[in-house]
């Protein structure tokens, strides 16, 4: 629905459009925001999603900022929560910002700069991590998300690492150094202190290197990317 429309215009320019706008309904998502056209032929969209769920999936966008430009090409930033099913594992209440670009020719980047995530429990496999919050930043000039021409690419790198939960019934944590991932290429970490069983009763392990391959041969990201 659109609760109110503006349009503006002297004659000597182009029109300008403003408008506030909201859906809704059975099984669509519930989005409130405002959309306005300026003299320049761009456009901005300023909007915010309820919680939305689908099966097992929820995601919600606190804000989100949508900017295009007279040429086409689009930036966006904002935050979004998200719970589900992931390749291999599922998420609850990941949250994290939104912040990327696309144009045409260079296709969509996003997450240039470094940014903080947390979630209540992420798993993957038969490892659980607990309410935690790290920061992952992209390679030196690169994005953490890009897909262009060359295909889809994930890479990512944290500084440090100090991550709890349970491996299967066990209480796990781990600490340590870097650790930077490519997708598709390579998996690595350095200096882990792994620590196995209740508190005062585990088993400690330190790994000084770990690697793994993921996917095609690409170059991952450095360790120790800040």
Same mark, same amino acid.
């Given at each position: 629905a659109i609760s109110r429309f503006q349009m503006t215009a002297d004659g000597l320019s182009a029109a300008r459009l403003s408008g506030n706008f909201t859906t809704g309904g059975r099984g669509l998502p519930q989005i409130a925001g405002r959309i306005e056209r300026g003299a320049g032929n761009g456009m901005t969209l300023r909007a915010a999603m309820a919680e939305y769920v689908a099966g097992p999936s929820r995601v919600a966008l606190p804000q989100l900022v949508l900017v295009q430009n /007279?040429?086409? %090409?689009?930036?966006? *930033?904002g935050a979004a929560r998200l719970s589900g099913p992931l390749p291999g594992g599922e998420a609850r209440n990941l949250a994290l910002p939104i912040e990327g670009n696309y144009a045409q020719g /260079?296709?969509?980047?996003?997450? /240039?700069?470094? @940014? +903080? @995530? %947390?979630?209540? %429990?992420?798993?993957? *496999?038969?490892? $659980?991590?607990? /309410?935690? %919050?790290? $920061?992952?930043? +992209? +390679?030196p000039g690169g994005a953490i998300f890009a897909s262009d021409s060359r295909g889809t690419r994930v890479a990512a790198g944290a500084s440090s690492l100090d991550l709890a939960g349970r491996l299967g019934a066990t209480p796990i944590r781990i600490t340590g150094g870097a650790m930077g991932l490519a997708w598709p290429g390579t998996m690595a970490a350095r200096s882990l202190d792994i620590a196995i069983g209740p508190e005062g009763d585990a088993s400690k392990f330190r790994i000084a290197n770990l690697g793994a391959r993921i996917g095609g041969d690409r170059r991952g990201v450095g360790l120790g990317q800040e």
């Open positions: /007279r040429n086409g %090409s689009l930036g966006f *930033a /260079r296709g969509l980047l996003a997450w /240039r700069q470094c @940014v +903080p @995530v %947390s979630f209540d %429990s992420l798993a993957l *496999a038969n490892l $659980t991590l607990q /309410r935690r %919050s790290l $920061t992952l930043c +992209p +390679p």
